[in-house]
């Protein structure tokens, strides 16, 4: 039966003319040949056929000569390539889940951090009204400058910095995204500061504000570290990546790396060769 093609179209020279042999004796077999291949609309037999490319987007496809349906040369196996996309697609989102996670909860911790340091309080002894044993009163006053908080926020700071970035690396410039991260941290920080002084209010009326000047120094301070995080760990990460592994796998995982921020092109390479 002849093949049927579309005018313009121009079907690739025969199994016979394509499987030369190349230099060193082996033969080349012609992508689309190595295996059966059945038309996805009919199930007729497409192995052997000539390969036809499209005038129009250069995609080699076979015709089917029983239904005429047109099937890019890169639909090979296709149970095969059926189950690795859903594995593929269950991969990527349980590595969204991942990332969600680790942002979410990562942020809930940050709100924590600052309800806590929003306040310091004592527990203050007065003497009772009665005379009979001394009473004791919680003074609630705003954030007050220590070094304890500045080296715990700084070190949490870092880590998250480093680790959001390497989380994020789909995103080329660094500083901006370790802006935004600085940024969601501080504004945790402050939601967290925001709620402690709703919850107490209810209870002491006249308390003061937290958003003073040492409780801001403390949240720049915070938000400054996890863009330093952001912006040195890519230096250290490719140190780490050429100290380890050999020269060849190293520049293979960098190379994966950087062009997961690089834009796909939009026809398979597959189907041009």
């Known amino acids: 039966m002849p093949l049927l093609t579309e005018p313009g179209q121009t079907p690739s020279p025969p199994l016979s003319a394509a499987a030369a042999p190349e230099a060193g004796g082996r033969l080349r077999v012609r992508l689309g040949d190595e295996l059966p291949i059945f038309c996805e609309k009919c199930g007729y037999s497409l192995h052997g056929l000539p390969q036809v490319r499209c ?13 005429n349906h047109h099937q890019p040369i890169n639909t090979l196996r296709p149970a095969a390539q059926r189950i690795l996309g859903r594995i593929r697609a269950f991969a990527l989102g349980f590595w969204v889940l991942v990332k969600l996670n680790f942002f979410g909860w990562l942020l809930f911790a940050w709100g924590a951090v600052g309800t806590e340091l929003a306040y310091d309080n004592q527990w203050v002894s007065t003497p009772n009204l009665a ?23 700084a070190v949490f700071a870092l880590v998250f910095g480093v680790l959001g970035r390497m989380l994020l690396l789909r995103w080329r410039r660094t500083v901006p995204v370790g802006a935004v991260l600085g940024a969601l941290v501080a504004a945790a920080m402050c939601a967290g500061a925001w709620l402690r002084w709703i919850d107490l209010s209810s209870a002491y009326p006249r308390i003061a504000s937290p958003f003073g000047h040492d409780l801001l120094l403390l949240v720049t301070w915070t938000a400054g570290f996890v863009v330093l995080g952001a912006a040195i760990v890519w230096p250290i990460w490719l140190s780490l990546v050429h ?13 994966w790396q950087r062009g997961l921020s690089d834009p796909k092109p939009n026809e398979p390479a597959l189907a041009r060769e």
Not at 136 to 145: C, D, E, F, H, I
Not at 244 to 255: G, Y
């Open 55 to 67: 005038e129009r987007c250069e995609i080699l496809h076979y015709a089917c000569p029983e239904c």
């Open 131 to 153: 005379g009979n044993r001394p009473a004791g009163t919680m003074r609630w006053s705003p954030y007050a400058l220590n070094i304890e908080s500045f080296i715990g926020t």
């Open 243 to 255: 100290l380890f592994l050999p020269k060849r796998t190293a520049q293979a995982l960098l190379d």
